[in-house]
């Protein structure tokens, strides 16, 4: 089944660096899934974040102020 | 403690490269190598530290301790307490801000702790211990919690709620105390370390740059710029120098740790330390970009408001610097 993606993000460095690892993850994994990035703040907050970057993966926050490891979103896809 | 450092940058500049002491290069690189090394260091553990104590008190649990527990009025304090633990990434200010709105912790004491927040922050603290010893980095340590604590207080007092943007205060309006549900990640340390040192290493790599064009130009002034240069224009009588220096400082920011060392030069060659820290407290805690991000939850009479308070506290601790120092 196809994962749904979701990065949140105003578009900070770490933001960029974020969504630069998951498509990687992705990629090279042949993983089906659609990677949205949102930067729009009303919608960012319906999550209810409060530190950026944030991976969402199917509507679960996973990660949230950091950068993950390409490891660590493998296992959060899988 | 720093004395092995010391050797070797002496052994590299007049051994190894086989210069003469006393000149004003071979003086200069000499410094620039210690000071290089010196505050890598410190800034490496400063970071890793701030890292391991943040992997256990992330922002959510920070929220809703404030939001649930009733402090009688210390609650400003501690939420600057909480800022110092928490790194600060200018771009998390805005959700960061809607996050405590939403949890109904008053305006004031969200001030509180945006303002130390990046006042009293892991690579300022670092790059302070380095160039200015331990002392002066408690001082400032204090002085900043204290600065944002007091700020919070004030702005408070002004009931700045109507300043906000109309989306925030229908925010505001439907605030709840109620605990979310918030789930810890359970990691041993273990499992924690490998995380928090890539971050480290994020941060540094981040920094790095800014810090060695820092180091460089001071290095280049602590050669060639005469002891006492400044006091004859900028002593503790000259009393529109803290002002000055403070107004200066704001605009300034990704370039905070090129700063701190060329500043530690002034300091050295007469800038009263209480001028020098209101400038830093201006370029580390008070930036542009940040009032920018500020401006889709504020409108911009707050945020003048806010940068006005936050910057005669600046001012205010610069004056006490100097009698006090």
């Given at each position: 089944m196809s994962k749904a993606i979701k990065i949140l993000g105003t578009g900070c460095a770490k933001c960029q660096s974020m969504t630069k690892v998951v498509k990687e993850v992705v990629d090279e994994n042949n993983i089906e899934a659609t990677i949205d990035k949102i930067e729009d703040l009303m919608e960012i907050m319906e999550y209810n974040v409060?530190?950026?970057p944030a991976l969402v993966i199917d509507d679960v926050i996973?990660?949230?102020g950091r950068i993950p490891t390409k490891d660590e979103v493998l296992t959060l896809l899988k | 403690m720093f004395d092995w450092i010391q050797h070797m940058a002496n052994w590299i500049v007049y051994?190894?490269?086989n210069m003469t002491q006393g000149l004003h290069l071979s003086e200069a690189l000499n410094f620039f190598i210690y000071d290089t090394v010196k505050i890598l260091i410190l800034l490496l553990v400063v970071i890793f530290i701030m890292g391991i104590v943040n992997s256990y008190f992330p922002i959510d649990k920070v929220k809703n301790y404030l939001s649930n527990?009733?402090?009688?009025?210390l609650e400003y304090l501690m939420a600057s307490l909480f800022g110092v633990v928490t790194p600060f990434c200018s771009c998390s200010s805005v959700p960061l801000f809607i996050g405590f709105v939403r949890g109904g912790i008053p305006l004031g004491v969200t001030f509180a702790f945006l303002i130390t927040s990046p006042l009293v922050n892991e690579v300022a603290i670092g790059l302070f211990i380095g160039l200015f010893g331990i002392k002066t980095t408690i001082i400032y340590v204090i002085s900043g919690i204290l600065l944002g604590t007091i700020s919070g207080i004030i702005l408070q007092k002004?009931?700045?709620?109507?300043?906000?943007t109309p989306w925030v205060k229908n925010v505001l309006k439907n605030a709840q105390k109620e605990q979310d549900i918030f789930i810890a990640e359970k990691q041993t340390l273990q499992q924690r370390l490998p995380i928090i040192w890539k971050e480290v290493l994020n941060i540094l790599k981040g920094i790095v740059p800014y810090v060695l064009v820092g180091i460089a130009i001071g290095g280049l002034m602590h050669g060639y710029i005469p002891e006492g240069f400044f006091e004859t224009y900028?002593?503790?009588?000259?009393?529109f120098a803290v002002p000055i220096a403070t107004i200066l400082a704001?605009?300034?920011?990704?370039?905070a740790s090129g700063i701190l060392p060329v500043v530690q030069v002034l300091v050295a060659k007469g800038i009263p330390l209480g001028t020098a820290i209101a400038f830093m407290m201006g370029v580390v805690g008070l930036s542009l970009p940040e009032a920018m991000l500020l401006k889709k939850v504020m409108t911009l009479k707050l945020i003048a408001i806010f940068f006005g308070v936050v910057t005669l506290c600046i001012i205010a601790s610069g004056y006490l610097f100097n009698v006090l120092l």
């Open positions: 409060m530190s950026t996973t990660i949230k | 051994d190894l490269l527990h009733k402090l009688y009025g002004l009931n700045l709620e109507t300043y906000l900028m002593n503790k009588n000259n009393w704001v605009p300034m920011y990704s370039n």
